[in-house]
């Protein structure tokens, strides 16, 4: 395995659609070539019913092996029968819960580390909701939905960083969470700030990602940010950037993450105007 | 009056203060310099305890004389009584309800006249919520909230447009409207999309706003989109918008409309990197 590249990964904002035409589902299951899907429920503390739900989800998409692996305490993580079952995995599919749960239950554990070599060996992860979350590089953890950020409110930790240089949010429209998404790249502008909505998700491979599903993905790029009250203002103050530079994207929408621009129909033509100067 | 500039417009995000600081409700006061204020409650379809609740709200700021307007039919906007009210005004303060009922009503008749004669003359015009939006060029009066924007699911109709090249939107970050003023300015990327949090106000005086309140104003500038779908995708499809810029403004912020640029401290050195072909 040498030669093989990191797989997709497949990050969801949440409700992806299991009973219609289960678009974002079956981007999962045509990526796992017939091998085994892991569901790791990490993220629950109450992961009773997940995996029928998914069983039933998956259900004539050609997931011959479906198993679940859920870790109550970080002491299992070394578990030989539950490492086992990540053994000759396809593909990891990180279910919804609590994002901090993921991160400190399997964080530098012999878990994180099969899961990472499934990855780097070609296999899918894929994450929904919190499972989504746990992708980011430093993962938004707690902040207010539905107002505006105020400079105190959020909480940041280091997440499984298999998608680095980005934070993932999640539900993003629906709990109208684009106010803590700019509150978290006005910390540091490096970080892309990524929110998915419900039933969406992006295909990352290689240094691009693609958009599916029936919500929008909002990119939020900080870069080019020439004023900002991050680091002064007092805690309960609202946030203050000038100049983001946002993309709403939806479905047949691309993303290259190392030019930091939208991909598109004519997208080559498109970007003339907005000459990169470091790209 | 030959020589008179506009008054000012406070156009606020609903919800303001009406029992604290009151910093908004006392901008309003401020402006009126003694004189009377009219408090247009047409937006409501029911307009009871209104005038109550607003003379609570602006007892101790000094306005001597706070007066009622409503207007139930068009046809009473011939009304010499109602119209008396306007007369000699300092201000008109427009409280909220539904926006489609201040245009409706009022739109192109002489209690409209009368308004903006006010406003020409140098009078103070506020509107919160319902109030607010009405003041927009072309006004937002449906769309949904807490969801990304769907191309065909957004009601826009002529507004009072005291302030042009804008469309207003309001309890902005509460109700989760970022896509819904998206979809707006990808419409006609002329018009800036202004969305004002709750208990948060501009104050527009000539070209430029000034922010006040505890919340964010979010300038949504779509001059400079490369691709959007928004003439093109089926109405059920997630909007797609790339390259919007986006300005995320707190109290002591400020904006020139004319320029389409934040202002704020040691702005004129930080728009550097974004220099302006057109302007």
């Known amino acids: 395995m040498n030669d093989a590249t990191p797989g997709p990964l497949i990050i969801i904002g949440g409700h992806e659609d299991k009973t219609g035409d289960r678009l974002i589902l079956r981007a999962v299951a045509e990526r796992l070539r017939g091998g085994r899907l892991v569901l790791a429920t990490i993220a629950s503390h109450q992961p009773d019913g997940y995996l029928e739900s998914y069983r039933d989800a998956f259900a004539g998409l050609e997931v011959s092996d479906l198993v679940e692996l859920y870790v109550d305490e970080r002491g299992e993580t070394h578990d030989k029968e539950k490492l086992s079952l990540l053994e000759g995995a396809a593909g990891v599919f990180f279910?919804?819960?609590?994002?901090?749960?993921?991160?400190?239950?399997?964080?530098?554990?012999?878990?994180e580390q099969r899961i990472r070599a499934i990855h780097l060996a070609g296999g899918v992860v894929a994450g929904t909701s919190a499972g989504a979350s746990a992708m980011s590089e430093t993962m938004l953890v707690g902040g207010a939905s539905s107002e505006?950020?105020?400079?105190?409110?959020?909480?940041?930790?280091?997440?499984?960083?298999?998608?680095?240089?980005?934070?993932?949010?999640q539900h993003f429209a629906e709990r109208g969470r684009i106010g803590r998404l700019?509150?978290?790249?006005?910390?540091n502008p490096r970080i892309l700030g990524v929110?998915?909505?419900?039933?969406?998700?992006?295909l990352?491979?290689?240094?691009?990602?693609?958009?599916?599903?029936?919500g929008a993905v909002y990119v939020v790029d900080a870069e080019d940010v020439t004023q900002s009250n991050i680091a002064e203002a007092k805690s309960a103050s609202a946030l203050s950037l000038h100049d983001v530079r946002l993309h709403v994207l939806?479905?047949?929408d691309?993303?290259?993450l190392a030019q930091r621009a939208p991909l598109g129909?004519?997208?080559?033509?498109?970007?003339?105007?907005?000459?990169?100067?470091d790209a």
Chains 1, 2 share one sequence.
């Open 95 to 111: 279910s919804g819960g609590d994002q901090l749960r993921i991160a400190s239950q399997i964080g530098d554990t012999p878990i």
């Open 195 to 202: 929110g998915i909505d419900e039933d969406t998700a992006i």
């Open 250 to 252: 939806a479905a047949g």
């Open 254 to 256: 691309g993303f290259d």
């Open 182 to 187: 700019l509150g978290a790249v006005a910390h």
């Open 204 to 214: 990352v491979e290689g240094d691009r990602f693609s958009v599916l599903g029936s």
């Open 265 to 277: 129909a004519n997208r080559a033509e498109a970007r003339a105007p907005f000459p990169k100067v």
């Open 148 to 169: 505006s950020h105020r400079i105190g409110d959020l909480r940041m930790a280091p997440g499984l960083g298999l998608m680095p240089n980005a934070i993932i949010d």
